[in-house]
């Protein structure tokens, strides 16, 4: 069974930091190219970032500079530091994982991240 979790949020002050991680089960990521959306409340899902398997990355224009995405195919996982946050970065955010050539898109729960201005 494959399942992808999303770990390190919470809360934070604006104009603070979190690292978000996500691990890997039941698939291996290397060939995966991996990303992180989030939803807001009342919100559609958004683009945040991707890192392809051989490191390409993407990033959402609000948030390039400031979030840095990488990936540790040794260890499964896929991270997401994200700095100087505002209140427009609290959102769940959730890993998904994709792989040209299958249907099949894997998802994790999400983390709650929160920034109190």
């Known amino acids: 069974q494959v399942q992808l979790v999303e770990s390190g949020g919470g809360l934070v002050q604006t104009g603070g930091s979190l690292r978000l991680s996500c691990a890997a089960s039941?698939?291996?990521?290397?060939?995966?190219?991996v990303g992180w959306l989030r939803q807001g409340p009342g919100k559609q899902p958004q683009f945040v970032a991707l890192?392809?398997?051989?490191?390409?990355?993407l990033y959402a224009p609000s948030v390039r500079g400031r979030f840095t995405i990488s990936r540790d195919n040794a260890k499964n996982t896929v991270s997401l530091q994200m700095n100087s946050l505002t209140p427009e970065d609290t959102a769940v955010y959730f890993c998904?994982?994709?792989?040209?050539?299958?249907?099949?898109?894997?998802r994790g729960q999400g983390t709650q991240v929160t920034v109190s201005s």
């Open positions: 890192i392809a398997s051989g490191e390409t990355t």
């Open positions: 039941g698939i291996s990521i290397t060939p995966y190219t």
């Open positions: 998904q994982a994709s792989r040209a050539g299958e249907r099949t898109e894997y």
